[in-house]
């Protein structure tokens, strides 16, 4: 099955500087990776998600970059600010799509520091 | 607006105790997931169900089962519960739209149980 690998565990930063981070997976069938952000005590939720036709998307400070070659892929946070601190989990589809469901990173927890 | 709901929120039970997590959701979503998440581990697939006649299992289903007793309500049973049973479990939607490119999975507040 499928297997993802997620780095680093934590992630300290600088108010305003950039977090990267970022994820390897085994199956090259997996086309869909989803990045949830999860806040304390909260559920997790999509900010962002790559498909495997595209090599990076952007949505305001965020980005995904795709190596499908490599097999990784990973979330860019610029000008990072306090409501950002979160612990935050890449996924991969265990089938084509994700129907069958994710297989999660064990996730990085960002903070940031005022 | 059209949500995903878990009860109970937080459930205390006794080692060998029979407990039932419920899921029930208004987006209208075909697809139900149940997870567990492990403080360090991520999240982990237990169960997911297309549809009430179609039932799958997911990483660890060992010691779980689960009814769809409609298309907008997917139930988790532990039937023993045990205390490495302990865990936050969230429930899942997704839609089904687009199974060739990705669809996004919503899910539930989650319900925090703990065996004793």
């Known amino acids: 099955g499928e297997n993802v690998e997620q780095h680093p565990s934590t992630l300290s930063v600088q108010e305003g500087d950039s977090a990267v981070i970022k994820c390897t997976y085994s199956?090259?069938?997996?086309?869909?990776f989803p990045w949830y952000k999860q806040e304390l005590g909260k559920r997790p939720q999509l900010i962002i998600d790559?498909?495997?036709?595209?090599g990076e998307k952007k949505d305001q400070r965020i980005a995904v970059t795709l190596n499908k070659t490599a097999k990784h892929f990973s979330l860019h946070i610029t000008e990072t600010q306090p409501e950002d601190s979160a612990v935050y989990f890449c996924a991969a589809s265990i089938t084509g799509g994700g129907a069958d469901g994710l297989t999660f990173g064990k996730g990085t927890h960002l903070i940031i520091q005022p | 607006d059209a949500d995903v709901t878990q009860t109970p929120r937080n459930r205390i039970t006794k080692t060998g105790k029979r407990i039932m997590l419920e899921c029930s959701q208004t987006?209208?979503?075909?697809?139900m997931y149940w997870y567990r998440q492990d403080p360090g581990l991520g999240l982990r697939l237990i169960y997911y169900s297309f549809d009430v006649k179609d039932i799958n299992k997911g990483e660890i289903s060992d010691g779980y089962s689960v009814s769809r007793q409609a298309q907008a309500k997917f139930s988790l049973s532990l039937e023993s519960a045990i205390p490495n049973q302990t865990a936050l479990y969230f429930c899942?939607?997704?839609?089904?739209?687009?199974?060739?490119?990705?669809?996004?999975?919503?899910f539930g507040p989650g319900t925090r149980l703990t065996v004793l």
């Open positions: 790559i498909r495997s036709n595209v």
């Open positions: 899942a939607t997704s839609d089904g739209f687009d199974d060739r490119e990705g669809n996004e999975q919503f």
């Open positions: 987006k209208g979503h075909d697809r």
């Open positions: 199956d090259s069938a997996s086309n869909y």
